[in-house]
């Protein structure tokens, strides 16, 4: 049983993003997202895949600076 897991460093305009399988597994390399429509689109693409590697819906957790995160929640 894997125990996913995607992390965001939101920031102003964009976010970060690393996504790990299990403790200390790291999937593929993280990455920033635009707050845009494409760039959230495109997230939520990378979401539906850890899901389907992991076989579990990963919680998402946010660490956000202010109120940057209004857009990707």
Not at 20 to 34: C, I
Request: aromatic share 6%; hydrophobic share 35%.
């Amino acid at each position: 049983m894997m125990n996913p897991v995607i992390g965001l460093d939101v920031a102003k305009g964009e976010s970060q993003v690393q996504a790990f399988l299990d403790k200390k597994q790291r999937y593929k390399k993280s990455f920033k997202v635009a707050h845009t429509l494409e760039g959230l689109n495109s997230l939520l693409g990378f979401i539906r895949e850890v899901e389907e590697v992991s076989g579990e819906r990963p919680p998402i957790i946010l660490e956000s600076t202010g109120h940057y995160h209004t857009p990707i929640v």
